[in-house]
């Protein structure tokens, strides 16, 4: 089917629209051939370029660079989660795995605004985990008896206090965490474009229809040409079971999110005018929100087992909506009606929560599915990759590769109905929470 780049995504709004986009119009060799510019795609490509300077290195997207799951996201640069389903002292081990993870993702991310000096809004200013439930109280007391444990900062709130805080009476009880980043996820993908090194070729608008190993190359077949190369980076996340890439160990969710204008000073004033704050959901269908710098409420709410490559308008509206309420539950005195855009985007999940990382055959790599913490694990997974697609190590690649791996996942149409019912589960703990 023919991928559509919709203009929804708030985030991409904010920006200017790229010029000069190149798609792929002749048959093509390279030394490296990366599918999917996102952060994993594009740092893999930087990190290659500085490595191999004098090799030719290809990427090529779908769609335009970017403007994927990389911008559509909630811009939160997590360090610690909280709905990871850990219950003995082994799933505690592989959570420290998993936060050191997080740990070296915000320190490229980092190095990498550092060394380009990248204006995207970057703010460590923590997140809460929040719920209107007191009854989750519970919950959030060994969340945070966990991440003390684990030396993690971390404060428990409650009403009273998280109304100052949010400027909302609708939240009961939280998790204040002090190590997460908020930013804006577009201004950070689009610089890595920017920066694309010159032996660099980016296609866009270039979808990959299939691929095969021939002896020691890889043929890769586009609409109307092809791209022979020696290696092959996948890096496609929520598409990897598409292109028959590690297909039983991850599938796509469909995530919705919308985005309100900027608030007038008197609607700012009037709920407290609160500092830029996150706040994720302690029950895990609940809505993800976010008060941004320039004074907008961003809502994400709904996810779904949807075809991942376009949403209709008519669901699209009705998804609307549902964020249409959820603000309301959240600041009854906003005026009706102030979303300015609204947009779907695709996450990646493994059964368990883990990440791909690795070499599937001789001159075949891959990463991705990042459980909806794609920017700082796509960053840092993206740049390792490409360490290993160039025989070489690095501290963080035995890290990597010491977590728990992706469980094997049930064949259609057996996994969809298993994650069609979990969604319904948890969606329904979480109703109240939408």
């Known amino acids: 089917m023919k991928l559509i780049n919709d203009n929804g995504c ?30 994993t795609g594009l740092s893999s490509a930087r990190k290659l370029s500085e490595i191999n300077k004098n090799n030719k290195i290809i990427v090529v997207d779908a769609r335009l660079a970017g403007e994927g799951g990389s911008s559509r996201n909630s811009g939160y640069l997590v360090d610690t989660t909280l709905n990871d389903g850990f219950t003995s002292n082994k799933d505690i081990e592989n959570y420290k795995k998993k936060v050191k993870i997080y740990e070296l993702g915000i320190k490229a991310v980092k190095k990498y605004i550092k060394e380009y000096q990248v204006d995207c809004e970057w703010n460590e200013s923590g997140k809460y985990f929040a719920s209107s439930k007191i009854q989750d109280e ?18 428990i709130l409650f009403n009273d206090e998280l109304q100052k805080k949010l400027g909302t009476s609708f939240y009961n009880v939280a998790v204040y965490t002090t190590g997460g980043i908020l930013l804006n996820p577009g201004k950070l993908v689009r610089s890595m474009i920017d920066t694309l090194p010159e032996n660099v070729d980016l296609f866009e608008n270039t979808q990959l229809l ?83 710098k320039d ?45 300015e855009n609204s947009w779907s985007g695709v996450v990646c999940r493994s059964g368990n929560g883990s990440q791909i990382f690795e070499k599937l055959d001789d001159n075949i790599y891959v990463a991705g599915c990042y459980n909806g913490s794609g920017i700082g694990t796509g960053t ?45 589960y948890e969606r329904f703990k979480a109703r109240s929470e939408i």
Not at 12 to 26: D, E, H, M, T
Not at 139 to 151: E, H, I, R
Request: with cysteine.
């Open 380 to 424: 840092l997974f993206g740049e390792q990759i490409a360490l290993i697609a160039s025989n070489q190590q690095s501290e963080e690649i035995p890290i990597i590769e010491s977590r728990k791996k992706p469980n094997w996942l049930l064949p259609q149409p057996f996994l969809n109905i298993g994650i069609y019912s979990r969604l319904a």
């Open 295 to 339: 004074k907008r409420i961003l809502i994400r709410n709904t996810a779904e087992v949807k075809n991942p490559n376009s949403m209709n308008l008519n669901d699209l509206t009705n998804r609307i909506k549902l964020h249409n309420l959820g603000i309301k539950k959240r600041f009854p005195n906003l005026p009706e009606n102030i979303i």
């Open 138 to 155: 519970n919950k959030a007391k060994s969340f945070s008896k966990l991440l003390t444990n684990l030396n993690y900062e971390n404060k």
């Open 210 to 292: 299939n691929w095969n190993k021939s002896n020691d190359k890889i043929i890769c077949q586009f609409e109307n040409n092809k791209i022979e190369t020696k290696k092959i980076i996948f890096c496609t996340n929520g598409f990897l079971r598409s292109l028959n890439v590690k297909k039983n160990y991850s599938f796509p969710i469909t995530l919705t999110a919308s985005m309100t204008r900027s608030l007038t000073e008197k609607e700012f004033k009037h709920i407290g005018s609160p500092r830029e704050w996150g706040v994720l959901p302690i029950r895990p269908m609940g809505a993800t929100i976010r008060l941004t």
């Open 10 to 39: 708030g985030w991409l709004n904010q920006i200017p629209k790229r010029l000069n986009i190149k798609s792929l119009n002749k048959d093509l060799i390279s030394d490296y051939l990366i599918i999917g510019a996102g952060f």
